[in-house]
T-cell receptor, first 111, second 112 residues
Framework: GNSVTQMEGPVTLSEEAFLTINCTYTATGYPSLFWYVQYPGEGLQLLLKATKADDKGSNKGFEATYRKETTSFHLEKGSVQVSDSAVYFCALSNQGGKLIFGQGTELSVKP | DTAVSQTPKYLVTQMGNDKSIKCEQNLGHDTMYWYKQDSKKFLKIMFSYNNKELIINETVPNRFSPKSPDKAHLNLHINSLELGDSAVYFC???????????FGPGTRLTVL
């Protein structure tokens, strides 16, 4: 079946540190991959996505590359800010609209 | 302006009661969804409607019944609430049948 596994949180970083949140997936066929962000007290927002192998999604300084050979879609940012503190969800979609989410990774950025 | 709104934000109720959660989106999107997030923050789709037509219906108890009076609204009615229904319920929307772009702020349901 389809599944997504993310690294356990919480992840605590200092401002301007480099961020990596690991995400690996299991899927049949060729899924689309997504990162969503949930800021405190808010709903999820789509952060970035990639629809085929070797695609790189990017937004707000965050990047993730669709790696079919390692079935991964790791989220990276070169320099995090306090305002990036949130829960990040990796997800895949193999059928229109039906997202399979990872368990979420909480990020806390300290000044 | 709020893109996807839900009411109420918090809902505390007794086992056996019937309750509804309302969702509205002002984005003009054709597709709306309900997701359930459990205590470990694991999110799972429950239902999806496209232009008032049910297109995704996951294996949820039939105590849960979605209703879409128009494409801007997707309400969730839950009968005979059980302790295990306690969770945060998120409404979401997308322009087409692709994956949701915007989620509502969530409704935290607590069943006592």
């Amino acid at each position: 079946g389809n599944s997504v596994t993310q690294m356990e949180g919480p992840v605590t970083l200092s401002e301007e540190a480099f961020l990596t949140i690991n995400c690996t997936y299991t899927a049949t066929g060729y899924p689309s991959l997504f990162w969503y962000v949930q800021y405190p007290g808010e709903g999820l927002q789509l952060l970035l996505k990639a629809t085929k192998a070797d695609d790189k999604g990017s937004n707000k300084g965050f990047e993730a590359t669709y790696r079919k050979e390692t079935t991964s879609f790791h989220l990276e940012k070169g320099s995090v800010q306090v305002s990036d503190s949130a829960v990040y969800f990796c997800a895949l979609s193999n059928q229109g609209g039906k997202l399979i989410f990872g368990q979420g990774t909480e990020l806390s950025v300290k000044p | 302006d709020t893109a996807v709104s839900q009411t109420p934000k918090y809902l505390v109720t007794q086992m056996g009661n019937d309750k509804s959660i309302k969702c509205e989106q002002n984005l003009g999107h054709d597709t709306m969804y309900w997701y359930k997030q459990d205590s470990k923050k694991f999110l799972k789709i429950m239902f999806s409607y496209n232009n008032k037509e049910l297109i995704i219906n996951e294996t949820v108890p039939n105590r849960f019944s979605p209703k879409s009076p128009d494409k801007a609204h997707l309400n969730l009615h839950i009968n005979s609430l059980e302790l295990g229904d306690s969770a945060v319920y998120f409404c979401a929307s997308s322009q087409d049948r692709g994956s949701p772009r915007y989620f509502g702020p969530g409704t935290r349901l607590t069943v006592l």
